[in-house]
């Protein structure tokens, strides 16, 4: 089992940044491919980026690909996002997520994948 708790949200302005993290406790973290997602209000889900187990991988989405960065400490049992340039429209709530990879190179963009996620972290953007 992994238990994963987020922190960092807040309100911001546009072009303001902010910085995520996901602390995890339980089962050997470091060993977890890792995603963050979002939900607005009224939508659904959506992917946001993911880092592989063995760090040597990530993947983001485009609306958010150049302004986010995902990363791992693992000697702190923590995954961030560092969120830069800040959107109005990257209002939402912000999961972290974790799951026992296939291999240590994948990324996973579906929820569906993951097995373990935290209670989520709201993040508003005013213009």
């Known amino acids: 089992q992994v238990q994963l708790v987020e922190s960092g949200g807040g309100l911001v302005q546009a072009g303001d940044s902010l910085r995520l993290s996901c602390a995890a406790s339980?089962?050997?973290?470091?060993?977890?491919?890792m995603g963050w997602f979002r939900q607005a209000p009224g939508k659904e889900r959506e992917f946001v980026a993911a880092r592989s187990w063995s760090d040597i991988t990530t993947y983001y989405a485009d609306s958010v690909k150049g302004r986010f960065t995902i990363s791992r400490d693992s000697t702190k049992n923590t995954v961030y996002l560092q969120m830069n340039s800040l959107k109005p429209e990257d209002t939402a709530d912000y999961y972290c997520?974790?799951?026992?990879?296939?291999?240590?190179?994948?990324?996973?963009?579906?929820?569906?994948?993951?097995?373990?996620w935290g209670q989520g972290t709201q993040v508003t953007v005013s213009s």
């Open positions: 997520a974790a799951k026992v990879p296939i291999s240590g190179g994948n990324v996973y963009t579906r929820g569906n994948e993951y097995d373990y």
């Open positions: 339980g089962r050997t973290f470091s060993r977890y491919a």
